[in-house]
Each structure stands twice: as C-alpha cells, then as structure tokens.
C-alpha cells in the first residue's frame, strides 16, 4: 500500500499541473458566523494524472474545485494552475468542468446551449457544428436536442453537462459526482468515456462519493475530511502490499477442495467463501493450488477496496 | 484559444429581449394607453393627434408617464443581470469558459442598454404618433442618461446582493422621500448624509428640459451619470477581486 503523507507526491517524474498550496477557505456569515471549509490543504496534481477526491458530505470538496477554478478566494495559501494564479489559468485557458449540480438556463434549448458553451469557448464558427454534433452523439442526446433544459431528465441533464465540459479538447478536466442520476447503462458508458480521454498531457480530477468509481478511473485518490487532506492513495494493488486481506471466492465448482487451499475459508452460502490471506502472492498461490486440485472459480474480489479500506481508516465509519 | 464574448453578444441580446424585452414593452405600451387613451378622449379631440406643448398640463403627464416608463425599464432589465447567474448556479459552466467575468458582464450591461433603448424608441415612435411635438431623439438620450445613472446603481446591487431589483426600487424610492425629508440646513448631519444617496431628486428637471428641449444642466446631469458610473465601476471591481460562488 503506497500511503502518502499529505503533502507527498507519487514518485514519477511529470511536471506539476494543477497545485493546492497550504490552501484554507473560511465562510463567513454577516453575523460573523464563520465555518472552515478548508484548512491547511497542500496538494500537487500531475501532468496525465487522473486525481480522485473523496470525502464524506460536507468534507469540502466542492469548496476545494470552486477554488481551484477561480469561483472563490481562498482565505490562506494559493491555488496555481500550470504556474499561474487559477483563476488566471482559467480565463485564459479554460477548464472542462461538471458541476455536482447541473445548472443550465432552463429555457434554453439542449443543442442551442451547447452552441453558446462553444461560443464562449473560443471554437470558431465553421467548427461549432462539428463539434456539438460530436457531443450530441457521444453522450446519446441526439433525441433531446431539440429540448428545453427544463424538460430534460436528470440524467440527460448530467449528460448535456458532461457534453459541455467536452466540447473543446481541454487539458484539464474536473468532474464533480460526474455519475450522479446516471442509471448504470451510462454510469458505464461514462467510465469507457473517461477511459478514452486518459492522455498523458491531460489531467482529469474527479469528485465523487462512490469510491468504486474512483478505483477504477483514478491514479491516487486524496481523502479528505473536515477540510483536511487526511490522505493520498494509491489506487493500483501493485503498490498495496496488505498485512491481511479478506477477499470473497465465488466457485462454480469443487466445493469441498476450498478448504484444502484455503484453511480458513468461511462459507457464506451460494458457493461463495470468504478467505484470509497474508499478501496478494499468498492469495494466488493458493488459488493455484485449488485451480490444480480441479475446482472452478467464478471470481475472486476483495473484501474492501484499496480505497475503502483506506477511507475507512482515516474517515471512519459512516457518519 | 480565448472564448469569443463578442460573438456571445448576439445570445446576450436574444436573452435580453426574451426575459426582459418583451415585458418593458408590454408594460410601456399598457402604461402609455391606459393613460393617455382617456385623457384623450376626456379632451374631446376629434382628430387622432393630441395638440399640446411644452409647458401645457398635457405635457407635464406626458413627462411624468414617460419617464416613469424609463425608469421602470431599467428596473426591469436590471433584475438579476448578475445576481440570477449566481443564484442559479449559471456562473459554474459560463466562467470554466475561457472568458474574463468582468468583460462579460460589462458586455452585458451594454447589450442591455441597446436593448432598452431600442424598445424605448419603438415605444416613443409610437407616442409620436399621437402626440407629433415629442421628440424620439431627446426622449432616448434621456433613456440613456437614465440607464447609465439607475442602472449603474442597479448593476452594483445585482453584484452584492440576491434581491436586486427590489434592493434598486427601495434605494430609488427611499432616496427621494429621505432628500424631500432631510432637505434644507435645518437637517444637520442628516441632511449632509442623504447627499451620499443617489442623485434622484435632479432626474425630474433634467427629465424635463432633455426631453422637451434637448439640453440639461449640465451639473445635473454630471451628477448622475457619475453617481451611476462610479457604482458600475464598484460592481466592476468586486466581480474581479470577489467570488462568484456564495
């Protein structure tokens, strides 16, 4: 497992893209309430890097990308984006950016705001059409073009504002809960999507409540809770080297060799065991082992994720 | 590759017109024939023009219905010019756009103007028909003068606060009662306190001699088109160095 101390960075050479410097945000209410949102967060982001960011509700995620494109001022530190201040980066550069809140003028038509976004984007005239036609269809709104925004569903709302963020060829993407509303069809359809858009001078930073989303598409993922950074993880199992791991065997046959390869394996019902292991080598040698003595597995999957077994530990339980 | 908010423009005015357009010229067209309609046949007059003149009481309501027509329109087109993106979230796709946020609602603001002064020039082509001694040319460069002055105050107003419009009719019409109240050397320190409050009380003279004759005092008119600059500018610098998000 490669836990990174909060202000630590993976250990590949590509140049820092995006970079939270001690930033800390504090609210404040007319009647001098205030709230710290964020508090003492360092953090660098790399060139082709796909950054995850968890946290539970309220931990200051949102605050942190508002940050980050300029909507807010941080109270403390700085927030630079390719060596600029980033609202700078932004107005000069612009971000592909889904908000976890899609908030498109209702009685605007779905393509004709696409056509708007592309104005303000800087894409020419003779490219607009071209390029809107290629959102439309990858993200399956040909049947809703012609729609209000005001009549479309929440998840072809959450796919017009995943079509906006692309619509130019950004080097940066950030997407805040990018499959909230999306029925699994697209939440699939999604993860091939961000999948094609991995490029090594593209850098992608993807908010979300749902950490199997997050050990899938991202390369770290920062935990943070309360404002904090409370850490960095590496999402690959490569770099996990767990003391113990509990993983769920689902066999289709050879029930009764399970215990041959694995002593302590504890039956859950369906052909399905649960098993204890030292180290993923440990694992596939005793996978092995009940693969030769004739038994036929259906998969093999961790109890916890890498991920939620490290958000677990610095987030705790659910609260 | 710099967003192109000169091109955006023409999306600006197509807003301006659907939001805000078509309602100041409703309201100006219901606002000019409910009262003018039975004046006109309260004076008898056979012919369809109204004869009248500077200075005649006919005149004077013409004044007072057109330039309350003006100001209700730069109401009208100052709610939520920036405080509806903030409100509703707009802000988080239009400014991720490789787009200055101060250009934009500067911009804005001068789409706007067009827009007002465009309707106010139908409304008063209109007018003239019926009333042949009013002149368009004066009545929009008071609609100008008016924009500038009520408009700068309204922008300044969407920018700090979620209830603009009714923050601008509350400022317009709390600053006239307060100088009437606290007018003269009698009202000490508040009498040198409402002079900070917007210039209102010189709209109706200048609305008189611009309209009817073209030309102001000129002292007036500083007054206000300053007063209404200087908070465009405010608004301008708290877009800048503020944030969007609440």
Redesign the interface.
Known sequence: MVCLSPAGDPAHAAAVVIEFKNVGKIYKSLLGNSVQAVEEFSLSVRDGEILGIAGPNGAGKSTLI?LM?????PTTGAVEIGGMPARDY????????L?E?I???P?WKAESALV??A?????S?NEIPRRVQYVIELLGLEEHRDKKVKALSKGNLQRL?LA??LL?DERIL?LDEPTHGLDPVWTQRFRDIVGDLRRPDRTMLIASHNLDELQRLADRVAIIDRGRLQRVVSTTYEAAAPATTRFRLTLASGFDLVTAAFPNAEEVGKGEYDVTVQSITDLNTSLVNLIGRGALIASVVPERSVLEQQFREAVGEPR | ?????A??SL?QFR?FF??HGIGIAVIGLLWGYTLLAPLRAAMSVQSTVIPMGPGSPMWNLVLQITSVVVSLSVLIAMNGIVSTDRK??????????????VLYYTQMFFVYMVGVILIMALLSSLLRIILPSFNVAYFLLYAALVYIAMGGIGFLLSVSTRYDWLTLAAVWLGSRTLRAIYSGPQAGWKGKAVQLLPPVHRLDDVANSLIGTGSAHLPDVVWLVGYGAVCFVIGLVILR?????D
């Open positions: 508002s494109l300029g909507y807010l001022r932004v107005e000069q550069n612009g971000i592909g950016y908000s809140l908030s498109i003028n009685r708007r976004y104005t303000l984007a800087g894409i005239d504002g906006q963020a130019r950030v | 590759m710099r967003g192109r908010l091109k955006y999306w807003d659907m939001q509703s979230g707009y802000y988080r796709f239009l400014f991720s756009k490789p787009i200055n946020r160095y503020g944030s969007l998000a």
